[in-house]
């Protein structure tokens, strides 16, 4: 069995719970992508339990989609981190203002993650350079190709040691860094980019996974986007064969994490190891 396909079996022997503070576009299809997974969601945000809610957690998810509860997040990762449980950030369009650059600031200052996860963009922004992501949207000249892949994981490799985080970039081909190790996770299909919150979704994810496993995050991180990509390749296959939509297959990609199989990670998964 490898790690992968363990973090897979744990999670749903353990279900783990797992606080998600997320934005209001999301947060149902977060909270269902976490009980699909075999899972607990507590979707508490507000900043008056915030801490005490976490205490009862295996792992809190804090997403800059809800931005409006940024001292919920840093109450709660405060003591997420006193209590040694992991906490994962989705920096949701961290270049795109001013108040979203200086609250990753304000987040990356207070809060250890053990585990961030954005698009190019975000990531790139955190590194501290120049973006032109639009929204929540990868921009085109951030996104990770073939030609750029080098320079891409150059910046996730030093954030990573910098943060001493790990570092996931979703997009075509996907990055996970501990800054020691890195893979390309190469799953997924383009029709992820047209449903709302495929991002956050993945987060959360990954959320679940590292409270099953919270002292592997790499490989938690790595086992999170492979099963999102891998689940999202199931929905396209049954959407083209029925010729539905985009709300069809939102419903289809959560059913596929639901009946997910450790054989089909391993089957499946299209990884590669950059760096070990």
């Known amino acids: 069995m490898t790690c992968y ?3 897979l079996k744990m999670t749903r022997e353990r279900e783990p719970l797992v606080q998600c503070i997320t934005n209001f576009v999301t ?27 976490v205490q009862k957690a ?20 405060k003591e997420a981190n006193r209590l040694g449980i992991p906490v994962i950030l989705d920096p949701v369009a961290a270049g795109g ?7 990753a600031k304000q987040l990356l200052e207070e809060v250890h ?14 590194a501290g350079e120049n973006v032109t992501g639009r929204g929540v949207d990868v921009s085109a000249l951030d996104a990770v190709t073939e030609e750029k892949l080098p320079e891409a994981v150059k910046t996730v490799e030093l954030l990573a040691r910098r943060l001493k985080s790990v570092i ?36 959360s994810l990954i959320g679940v996974f590292c409270g099953a496993s ?19 390749e199931t929905a396209e296959s049954l959407r083209l064969s029925k010729g539905t939509g985009n709300a069809t297959f939102r419903n289809d990609l959560i059913d596929a994490v639901f ?3 450790e054989n089909q990670l391993t089957e499946e998964i299209k990884i590669e190891v950059y760096r070990e």
Do not use: Q, W, Y
Not at 184 to 196: F, K
């Open 259 to 261: 009946n997910f199989t």
């Open 113 to 126: 993650f053990a585990v961030i996860r954005g698009n190019a963009s975000e990531i790139r922004s955190l």
């Open 97 to 103: 203002t001013s108040l979203r650059r200086t609250t």
């Open 168 to 203: 996931a970039v979703s997009g075509k081909t996907d990055i996970v860094s501990d800054g020691d190790r890195t893979v390309l996770i190469r799953n997924g299909c383009a029709t992820m980019s047209r449903i709302t919150g495929s991002g956050c979704m993945v987060t």
């Open 5 to 7: 396909e363990e973090i």
């Open 58 to 77: 295996d792992a809190l998810v804090c997403n800059m989609g809800a931005i409006e509860d940024t001292e919920a997040m840093i109450l709660a990762g």
């Open 214 to 232: 919270p002292k592997r995050p790499f490989e938690a991180a790595a086992a999170g986007l492979a099963v999102m990509g891998i689940a999202g």
């Open 27 to 53: 947060v149902n299809d977060c909270a269902n992508i976490i009980l699909a997974a075999g899972g607990t969601p507590a979707m508490s945000h507000v900043k008056e339990e915030a801490a005490e809610a």
